[in-house]
């Protein structure tokens, strides 16, 4: 069919298929073939009352295609009388999208979406008839069966038409019909031709009828027969649509005037609607594009105004209006080419009126509005007809769309189960209502899929995350299936269920299943084959099956796709689809019949030929029980029980089973390779591993966990609370991010506060809550007893007033959680608050008619004037039934009836104006009500009114005088109003659309739709800096408001004229020189809240009334500038609700996040960029400590301790290492120190001067200065440190960019340094390269990644970020330098790619390299990009160039070399792109696997040796001639858990969460060996006593014990004495037994030897232990046999002491040591540990430090049963350690202090060369060395006496 010629001048549809063979169609249900003696013709019949049933289907299959492309559809049918029927068609656009457009007379009103149209068909009757006449005078048109005496029908659908107009499509070919039941049919036809039924071929022929172009004669075999005597429109129907149809108040298929086709000719491309005024018995005809009103009727003797059409290139047509006697004065349908408008004859009661014509101005042309002085009623005598070729130009509102959705806050709605993880598990798919939203975990970006006319109720996706599956809770359910990388609906699917909630893809994507429920509400389970659904869009059914049993959840197998598996209610199910047909097996579940099974996990194992873990199925319950199957061999392989946790030691009262206690109630499952996750209905999010021995992590929400989803790659866990908060758990750092929070229910209404950018919402919920409007994050929870109903912030302070359903009105201040007033003066639920623009009153509305004024400028806000009954009643018009004026002069609302609207003055509420609304239209016949209010701005003088009429009344405030009226505003009432500040636009929000209007109305299309929510919208408004849009209902929704700058007015002048005053809350900051800045203040980027996950620690809840953090520590807030004044003592009832704060840090409360700081002010700060979506980027590890303060270093030469060596290397930095090959400079960083290695020697000099982690490094070409940089975040200034190479001092110290430095350089000739600041910030800032003195500064237009010098050209410099390339060149005017800034976008053949790094070559050719593998070659003379190739797979974040070669290296772990030889041949003389990436002029040598991404390099002047820093943590020694890699440096990438010297100092070993065991040589800090366990954290470790020290034994996070042997290299043995993580071990002294302890408090007594436990001590059961240490002692000392002592300190800061005799088996309890504490502080910070040591010089004393009422180290004497003394410590010691010489003690602490004390004397030094809290420190056994570490940071100190 790629011909279209056979089609011309139409196809016999029927006659197509041979449709009576039904080979080609298909038919269901009763269908028959009938004689009918009308039409005395054979027709098909189709009866039966279920159209799902009883159809004709053409073509036969659903994957099939007509491919018929004629514009008009002829249908010949007769409906059944007094039956329903439906007619589907399937029509393809242009882009592929299938639209299913469906008519029928079941309709009620006309419904749309992006894919469906659903057209009511109103039924004809025959002429005379009662139905007919009934019909005639009806209001609405009689929608419903079919009459008695139905009639013949020739239906015209006009489907290019239909697509243009209503879904902004091009029409392609009609793919499919299907005929439904109740009908009979004669004929189907398709033609480009216009034809009239009514005019036979003979007529036309002899020349009798002349037809337009375009037009033709019906063909004999679709024409009915007329009888002699009569007119064919007598006897039949003929329906045209559109431009057909009267009476219907929306779009419909209906019976008009005799249309006559011969005169009416094709209307042009795209189709635009144009409007006609009627008289009066056409009303209200609306369209999609357009809103027509019909004008009203007014008494004569008065001038009319008749508006016509403007059309461009079209000569102007006068309209003739004859007198009311003249014959041609006839009705006529009016055809506009394809208006739903139509005039009709005049009423009798009309033709006495005189009838003037007179032209309008164009500015009111096609205008929807009715003028008080027009009369507009005219008739107009014949069609206007425009040529097919010319277009009709109208003028639009513009730009179009003017609204671009740009977030949403909100998630759920029918279901919070379905949320996803893209493959690589950077974004996330979660439904939010009728919307997908598919967000970047990264940067909060989010993309919309939007269709849905439900709320989702299921989504899938498949495995390569490139369809994606939903359907929604309607009751026929539609499934829709999405390209997910375009985020288009590329498949329409009918699922024929009454409900679908479970869908589920195939790994491949080949299979799709579903599960709902079918008509009699039985459980359906469907699959579809999806396998060409990208290609041709077809998803076709395999089979279809009906069950008994209850689904809750259903899973495709990952190995085969044929096989399903699913759980309910008492059941697991294997399913089979073979032949068609699906059949099922029952998993024999014996006595765990009756359990509830809520979920199920297939594991999906990458392992080759690993099929038994392929074919394991988890199922959990709601009783805790976990089922693993083989459902392979349908099968239980374990049943294991989830209990919670025992109480802990201090509680338990009585001893406790293991079965004791209800069982977790897990509600969703998800299971990797390495352990699986868990939700539970009591808030729990759990990992465990595989065999549930126990939980190795875990994270408490707000509410019951509803779902979760590991990723792709195990790193992550996604979980959803039933509370609306939607968050995911880093696996390795045990951090916890929330990416959205959502209200529960509805979202009543809202208030922003414009200069914080805050919004506060109000929702059924009973929750009010307080967002922050960048990042979407919630800031405050205020919880209600009751519900609120009304809430608005004031227009310049933290202060924001509630109104409830009790009638009570609350006014808090943000600042200082209090409740500032309490009034409860309304009997009945608050419809509205606000305050005045001003600030100095606030205003509350009740639904028992009261109205309150306050005094907001008053401490207290007390109230001043109650009125009753002024308010018209009812909570109908919440939550903003009450507006105030700009000027602050006028109060308005509705009342006291729902016919008035009333003004008052503001300040008194004294009556000014009423006006009634209920006469403004007499032709109605009911009375009209208001429904909303709101004032224009000052110099329109409006107050707009919505009706009930579905109207839009201006009414001007000072006269009352109706100015202008707007008919047909929505489809249902409008029911909120809002108006831009330039009064240009004006909002309507009506049922669930939006609409932007011209606020004149003064355009040819006045208004744009855009739809996307599921409920009723409750609220819409501007954003006061007038660039976005804010609705709410189901959701909270942002738009960008896109109308050009120079339309869009940001507001410069004062809200209010009086000065500002400071209010209850005392906040100064929004005042400026008695202005305030509503929109002149940046925006702020608002901190993002996270949760800090700590194993089994629970935060306690917070008092009402009291505002604290709920999640994660608390951060220190800067005080405010200016004391608050003296308050009035909180209200009694004050604690009604609970505030949680969740803004963790940022800006102080009292000072906006955005606000102008000091050092900036008058300046406009930029708006903060989301961070790059690349791993070149520089981001700061999280980190929770803040640095000491005030430390004093200790006298030079003085030192308790001195820095020996720095191991490790800081992977997360970015460009952190240089290397220079002719003076052999090596310097690296590792946390906030710069270290200067020997590469001959090994030995380390170490530059201390940075307090936080350094991010970049650069050299000076001389190589005598280098350069570090570190930095926190946005709010604190960066450091960056110039070096003297030579001696290790610190030349300048500089302080500019804001938040991290992404990358530095010096020129060629050291002349200049430059700095680039991180995305934050984004400034370059340019220094003098002898004094470092700042030259000059300017902000890129995007962030940057990296910027370097050009060694060719003096002067220039090149960068390169996110959207392109940055060429810079330097200009000195005397003394003022200046910066010259070229932006050049990247190159199309990159795409959205960012490009990431750049090099220089010799010849001054640029490279730079992106996120997407290419390498892009730059002429720099002429900044034009000339070549680009693929280097790599993946992003490059590292490029070098010397001479001929290039290297690259990326995140895919790859080093390349290549030859760019014959690049610069290939540089163009001009302009024009030569060379693509299909070229040979690049040319691959050779390539390098390392360890993890490519972070820094440097090589030599050759390119053949060089040194590559990895983000393992490694760096490495390559050479390109030998092909050979080196290790050089290494260490831990994650955190450090355990470091440990040897007894005999001659190694020392340190482990980690990654689960390696590394052992390192002493002195030169080589490593020796590492011992790797996957999946596992190494928590602690032990040397074998005695010299020799051949063994090392490690701890881990799965309860298991590895010993390994250092000789052989090799674990020489595992033992797993604990159920839970092994936390603390240690050898006996003689290293006769293995002392172990995990988090239970359990102590296991091991052999060593053989492996056995020999005993099991559980006096610190319930607590977890933190230390064991041993020592030895006299046999009989203390009064207790043995010649050991050892002690075991627990979590509940019990220290228990034991003599022990391991050779006799006996182990004595010496003493047991209690120590007092107070309550955990309420703040939920983490207790510091307790810890203790025998003291090595003082003999039977014992050390401890840990939480209690002082901060302090206790000496206590066994002996003595006595404390000797305390030394008083400045912070909580986080780890302890003794020293065997010169009495010394080393404390860390969270400040990043490391702290050497002398125990006898208190003496002590502090040292600060950390950058996160020191969590390890231990002495060597001799004393002269100290290992200190701070998360991967490990410090060897040489010590020496205080």
């Not at 929510?1013 to 189901?1034: C, L, N, R, Y």
């Not at 405010?1120 to 704060?1141: C, E, M, Q, Y």
């Not at 986080?1774 to 002398?1798: E, I, W």
């Amino acid at each position: 069919m790629c011909s279209r010629d056979w089609q011309h001048p139409y196809v016999n549809i029927f006659k197509h298929v041979r449709l009576e063979e039904w080979k080609k169609a298909s038919r269901e249900g009763d269908v028959t073939t009938s004689m009918d003696k009308t039409i005395k013709s054979s027709v098909f019949r189709i009866r039966g009352s279920v159209p799902a049933s009883n159809y004709i289907q053409i073509p036969k299959s659903s994957s099939q295609s007509l491919g018929l492309t004629g514009r008009y559809l002829y249908l010949l049918f007769r409906p059944s009388p007094g039956k329903h029927f439906l007619v589907h068609l399937d029509v393809v656009a242009e882009e592929g999208q299938v639209i299913r457009v469906s008519f029928s007379n079941m309709f009620k009103e006309f419904k749309s979406s992006s894919t469906c149209l659903q057209l009511p068909f109103v039924c004809g009757a025959a002429k005379g008839s009662v139905y007919e006449s009934t019909a005639r005078t009806a209001k609405q048109g009689l929608v419903g069966p079919a009459p008695e005496r139905v009639r013949w029908v020739c239906l015209v659908l006009d489907l290019r038409y239909l697509l243009s107009v209503y879904l902004n499509r091009r029409y392609s070919h009609l793919k499919s019909l299907k005929l439904g039941s109740n009908m009979s049919l004669k004929n189907a036809m398709t033609s480009n031709l216009l034809m009239d039924p009514g005019v036979c071929l003979s007529v036309v022929k002899s020349g009798a009828v002349v037809l337009g172009e375009g037009c033709a004669p019906m063909p004999r075999e679709m024409s009915f027969p007329v009888p002699k005597g009569s007119n064919w429109h007598d006897v039949y129907d003929y329906i045209r649509f559109p431009s057909d149809g009267m009476k219907m108040p929306f779009d419909s298929i209906q019976k008009g005037q005799i249309n006559q086709a011969s005169e009416v000719c094709d209307s042009p491309e795209p189709q635009e609607s144009v409007c006609v005024s009627l008289s009066r018995p056409v009303r209200d005809r609306v369209s999609l594009i357009q809103q027509i009103t019909t004008p009203k009727h007014r008494p004569k003797h008065r001038k009319v105004t008749l508006v016509t059409p403007t059309l461009p290139e079209v000569p102007p047509v006068r309209l003739s209006v004859p007198a009311a006697g003249d014959p041609g004065a006839g009705g006529r349908c009016l055809d506009d080419g394809g208006v739903h408008v139509f005039a009709t004859p005049l009423d009798r009661e009309d033709e006495d009126e005189d009838i003037i014509t007179s032209p309008l101005p164009r500015a009111l042309s096609h205008s929807p509005v009715v003028e008080v002085s027009e009369v507009p009623c005219a008739e107009v005598t014949r069609p206007i007809s425009l040529p097919a070729t010319k277009t009709s130009h109208q003028r639009k509102l513009h730009p179009d769309p003017i609204l671009r959705l740009n977030r949403i806050i909100g998630f759920g709605g029918k279901t919070m189960k379905n949320v996803l993880w893209s493959k690589l598990g950077d974004e996330v798919i979660y439904p939010c209502h009728a919307v997908i939203v598919a967000m970047t975990i990264c940067s909060g970006k989010q993309r919309f899929f939007i269709g849905h006319t439900d709320k989702v109720s299921a989504l899938a996706l498949n495995g390569s995350c490139t369809v994606l599956a939903s359907a929604q809770a309607d009751t026929h359910s539609l499934m829709r299936i999405w390209s997910y990388e375009t985020a288009q609906c590329v498949a329409l699917v009918n699922t024929h269920a009454q409900s679908l909630n479970i869908l589920s893809f195939s790994y491949s994507g080949r299979v799709l299943c579903g599960v709902g429920r079918d008509a009699h509400s039985k459980t359906m389970l469907v699959v579809w084959s999806s396998e060409s659904v990208l290609k041709k869009g077809v998803v076709s059914v395999l089979a279809k099956a009906h069950t008994d049993v209850d689904i809750r959840a259903l899973k495709v197998s990952c190995c085969d796709d044929m096989r399903m598996v699913s759980c309910g209610f008492g059941n697991v199910r294997l399913w089979r689809l073979r032949s068609g047909s699906l059949r099922s097996c029952p998993l024999n579940l014996d006595q765990l019949h009756s359990l509830e099974f809520t979920d199920l996990a297939l594991l999906h194992t990458h392992a080759l030929g690993d099929t038994a873990q392929e074919h394991t199925l988890f199922v959990s319950s709601k009783s805790g029980h976990i089922l693993e199957v083989d459902y392979a061999a349908v099968a239980i392989k374990n049943v294991r029980r989830l209990l919670p946790s025992q109480p802990s030691h201090g509680q338990r009262r009585e001893k406790q089973t293991f079965n004791s206690g209800p069982g977790i109630a897990v509600s969703s499952i998800s299971v990797c390779e390495a352990y699986c996750a868990t939700g539970s209905e009591d808030g729990f999010l759990r990992l465990w591993p595989l065999d549930f021995s126990s939980v190795f992590l875990e994270a408490e929400h707000e509410g019951p966990v509803c779902h979760v989803c590991v990723s792709g790659d195990s790193l992550r866990v996604l979980a959803s609370t039933r509370c609306g908060s939607l968050g995911y758990l880093e696996v390795g750092s045990r951090a916890y991010t929330t990416l959205m929070r959502s209200h529960t229910h509805t979202v009543l209404g809202f208030s922003i506060d414009g200069i914080r950018r805050r919004i506060t919402t109000a929702s059924s919920d009973g929750t009010v809550r307080i967002w922050d409007m960048d990042s979407m994050q919630q800031l405050y929870d205020f919880i209600s007893e009751d519900t609120p109903s009304s809430v608005a912030f004031h227009p310049s302070l933290p202060v924001f007033c509630c109104g409830s359903s009790s009638g009570c009105l609350r006014v808090f201040d943000i600042t200082t959680a209090s409740m500032l007033a309490q009034h409860r003066k309304h009997s009945e639920s608050v419809v509205g608050c606000v305050f005045s623009p001003d600030g100095e009153c606030l205003f509350s509305g009740s639904a028992d008619g009261s109205l309150a004024l306050y005094n907001s400028a008053h401490q207290e806000i007390p109230m001043l004037r109650v009125l009753g009954n002024v308010l018209a009643q009812g909570v109908e018009r919440a939550p903003d039934a009450l507006v105030v004026s700009g000027d602050s002069s006028r109060l308005a609302f509705i009342g006291p009836t729902e016919h008035t609207v009333t003004l008052m003055d503001a300040r008194s509420l004294d009556e000014v104006l009423r006006v009634d609304v209920s006469i403004l239209d007499l032709d109605s016949p009911k009375l009209d009500s208001a429904l909303k209010v709101c004032f224009s701005p000052a110099k329109s003088s409006h107050l707009l009114i919505s009706t009930s009429a579905n109207k839009i009344l201006y009414v001007h405030t000072h006269t009352g005088k109706l100015n202008r009226e707007v008919s047909s505003v929505h489809k249902k009432c409008c029911w909120s109003l809002a108006v831009s500040e330039d009064s240009r636009y004006l909002l309507t929000a009506g049922c669930n659309a939006l609409k932007v209007w011209d606020y004149n109305m003064a355009l040819d299309v006045n208004s744009q739709v855009y739809i996307g929510h599921s409920e009723p919208i409750k609220q819409v408004s501007f954003t006061p800096d007038q660039m976005g849009v804010v609705s709410a209902g189901d959701a909270l929704f942002f738009w960008d408001f896109l109308a050009h700058p120079q339309e869009a007015m940001i507001r410069s002048q004062p809200i209010f004229n009086s000065p500002s005053k400071a209010g209850p809350s005392g906040d100064p900051g929004a005042e400026t020189d008695g202005m305030l800045l509503s929109s002149g203040i940046p925006r702020g980027s608002a901190p993002l809240p996270s949760l800090d996950v700590t194993p089994f620690d629970r935060t306690p809840q917070d008092a009402f009334g009291e505002l604290s953090l709920n999640e994660g520590p608390s951060l220190a807030r800067s005080p405010s500038p200016i004391p608050s004044p003296a308050r009035s003592p909180t209200p009694k009832h004050s604690s009604f609700l609970r505030v949680t704060d969740r803004s963790q840090g940022g800006a102080s409360p009292d000072k906006p996040a955005n606000e102008l700081g000091e050092d900036n002010l008058g300046t406009s700060s930029p708006k903060v960029e989301p961070r790059p979506d690349c791993y070149k980027h520089f981001t700061l590890r999280y980190n929770t400590s803040a640095p000491e303060q005030g430390v004093v270093a200790p006298p030079p030469g003085e030192e308790g301790l001195r820095l020996n060596a720095v191991i490790g290397y800081n992977g997360n930095g970015r460009g952190n290492m240089v290397w220079n090959p002719d003076t052999g400079l090596f310097v690296y960083t590792c946390g906030c120190v710069c270290v200067v290695e020997n590469l001959h020697t090994g030995s380390q000099r170490h530059w201390l001067g940075h307090m936080e982690e350094i991010s970049t490094l650069a050299i000076s070409h001389d190589a005598q200065l280098v350069a570090s940089a570190s930095g926190s975040d946005a709010s604190s200034k960066s450091l960056i440190c110039i070096w003297n190479v030579a001696d290790g001092s610190r030349r300048n110290s500089m302080s500019f960019h804001r938040g991290a430095v992404q990358s530095m350089a010096f020129s060629r000739d050291d002349r200049y340094f430059l700095s680039v600041g991180d995305y934050s910030e984004q400034e370059v800032a340019l220094w003098s390269g002898s004094c470092f003195e700042l030259l000059s500064h300017v902000r890129a237009p995007w962030p940057l990644h990296e910027a370097l010098f050009s060694p060719v050209t003096d002067g220039l410099l090149a960068a390169v970020g996110s959207s392109g390339t940055l060429f810079c060149s330097i200009h000195t005017h005397g003394t003022r330098t200046e910066l010259q800034v070229q932006s050049v976008c990247a190159p199309a053949e990159v795409g959205d790619a960012e490009l990431t790094s750049l090099c220089f070559n010799a010849n001054g050719l640029l490279f730079t390299s992106t996120s997407r593998g290419q390498v892009c070659v730059w002429d720099c003379s002429t900044q034009r990009c000339f070549m680009t190739w693929d280097a790599d797979e993946g992003e490059i974040g590292v490029l070098l160039c010397c001479g001929n070669r290039l290297v690259c290296g990326s995140n895919s772990r790859r080093l390349r070399l290549w030859s760019v030889a014959a690049v610069q041949a290939l540089r163009p003389q001009n302009t024009e792109r030569t060379q693509d990436s299909s070229s040979p002029a690049v040319l691959l040598e050779q390539e390098m696997q390392l360890d993890g991404a490519v972070v820094s390099a440097a090589f030599d002047d050759a390119m053949d040796m060089g040194i590559v820093g990895s983000t393992a943590g490694t760096l490495w020694y390559t050479n390109w001639m030998e092909n050979t890699s080196i290790r050089l440096i290494n260490g831990h990438k994650s955190k450090v858990n355990a470091v440990l010297f040897s007894p005999d100092e001659s190694r020392f070993a340190t482990c980690g969460q990654d689960g390696s065991l590394r052992v390192w040589a002493l002195p030169s800090n080589e490593l020796l060996v590492q011992f790797q366990v996957l999946n596992q954290s190494c928590e602690c470790l032990s040397w074998s006593p005695g010299m020799a020290s051949a063994c090392v034994s490690g701890g881990y996070s799965d309860g298991t014990i590895r010993v390994f042997n250092l000789n052989s290299s090799e674990m020489e043995m595992k033992l797993q004495p604990h159920p839970t993580a092994v936390c603390a071990l240690q050898y006996s002294d003689t290293g006769l037994v293995l002392l172990s302890a995990c988090r239970d408090g359990l102590i296991a007594v091991i052999s060593p030897v053989t492996g056995a436990t020999l005993r099991v001590i559980g006096d610190h059961k319930g607590a977890a232990i933190t230390c064991i240490q041993s020592t030895k002692k006299q046999y009989k000392e203390f009064g207790l046999q043995g010649d050991e002592l050892w002690l075991a300190v627990s979590a509940d800061r019990r220290v228990s002491v034991w003599a022990a005799d391991w050779k006799l088996d006996k182990c004595d309890l010496l003493d047991w040591l209690s120590f007092p504490a107070p309550a955990a502080p309420e703040n939920g910070d983490v207790l510091p540990p307790s810890l203790a040591a025998f003291s090595p010089c003082e003999r039977g004393v014992v050390v401890y430090t840990g939480y209690g009422v002082t901060k302090d180290i206790t000496f206590y004497c066994l002996n003595k049963k006595q404390v000797l003394r305390t030394i008083m410590l400045a912070d909580w010691a986080l780890c302890l350690s003794v020293s065997s010489k010169g009495r010394l003690l080393a404390v860390g602490s969270k400040r990043r202090v490391v702290k050497v004390l002398h125990s006898s004397s208190g003496r002590f030094q502090d040292f600060t060369p950390h950058g996160d809290s020191v969590q390890l420190c231990t002495f060597s056994p001799s004393g002269r060395q100290l290992l200190t570490a701070a998360h991967n940071e490990i410090l060897l100190w040489n010590t020496h006496s205080l």
